[in-house]
């Protein structure tokens, strides 16, 4: 399994040290956390898009990571998860902010997208009706 880096601290904490690629792994709504996760991976050269998310503060990126390689889409519309898929065709962290269930029918479709990019997706604030995720 391809991982993606995280901060030192907190590739301790994860099963096989980093966030796994192509896969959802669900998180706690931890602002800080985030972020902190996004200054990393932007600071390493990677691209990360926020979905959903438009009271994030990205100030703690532009002083230790690379703001310039963060999309942000603070209000995604009407399909939300279709554009978490398609960032996460070609990004290395996308990271959506929801509420509410997905359920599986509405997750196959993203899923797959996830599947055939290689980022690693992180939602927060949401979950799913079916184990789908792995």
């Not at 963060?70 to 995604?76: D, G, H, K, N, S």
């Not at 519309?77 to 509420?99: N, Q, S, Y």
Request: glycine share 12%.
């Amino acid at each position: 399994m391809e991982l993606l880096g995280v901060p030192e601290g907190l590739s301790e904490l994860l099963p096989g040290g980093g966030l796994p690629r192509k896969r959802a792994t669900v998180c706690a709504e931890c602002a800080a956390l985030v972020v902190e996760l996004i200054s990393h991976v932007s600071a390493a050269g990677g691209h990360v898009a926020v979905v959903g998310w438009p009271d994030l503060s990205l100030a703690q990126v532009v002083e230790d990571g690379d703001v310039s390689r963060v999309i942000a889409v603070p209000e995604p519309g009407a399909e939300p998860w279709a554009v978490t898929g398609v960032l996460c065709e070609g990004l290395d962290l996308v990271v959506h902010k929801g509420t509410g269930e997905l359920s599986p029918t509405r997750a196959r479709p993203v899923l797959a997208k996830v599947r055939a990019g290689q980022a690693a997706l992180l939602t927060v604030g949401t979950g799913c009706q079916a184990r789908l995720w792995r």
